[in-house]
């Protein structure tokens, strides 16, 4: 790994340790958010989340069409750590800091 690479993988795996049992926002390769509980995770960065919001835009085809924000609620998630970009803190806390 790149030092940058290392050292933003680092701060991801930071975040989870001081964040376990709250809200965290998590960035995925996929153009997805998920909002919820890290639960647990591993060295990896896989999560395993409860209560999780899923944010997603949709593009539909065709000419003028406007983007669609959809979103779905699912109470237990595992996600892949190849997947995750970023993990934030609850924005609602940085507020307080």
Known sequence: MTSGVWIAYLENISICWTNLHYRVLILLRNNRRLFGRVKAF???CNLVMEDVKEFWTEIPKGKGATPVNRDRNIGKLF???DSVVIVVKNPGD???E
């Open 42 to 44: 591993d060295r990896h």
């Open 79 to 81: 996600v892949r750590g």
């Open 94 to 96: 940085l507020k307080d």
